[in-house]
């Protein structure tokens, strides 16, 4: 049985791919999405508080997955 973190990794990693391929397939089929989901990214923020708190990091994290369903 896994521990804790690589599950945690395991699951990150499959829900990852699902939204990708779940982009895509949107995507070809309503243009659109990607523009819409990358104008979005002002609003994203990472919820930590402290010094923790990176909110570039996480948009950054988004913008590279919108970028790489494009193609």
């Not at 923790?52 to 948009?59: F, I, P, Y």
Request: no cysteine; proline share 4%; charged share 30%.
């Amino acid at each position: 049985m896994p521990d804790a973190i690589t599950e945690t990794r395991h699951r990150e990693i499959a829900v990852e791919h699902l939204l990708f391929w779940t982009m895509r397939y949107v995507e070809e089929r309503h243009p659109g999405l990607l523009d819409s989901l990358d104008a979005s990214l002002d609003k994203l923020g990472d919820p930590v508080s402290g010094a923790d708190r990176d909110d570039g990091a996480v948009r950054s994290i988004a913008a590279k997955m919108i970028a790489g369903a494009r193609g």
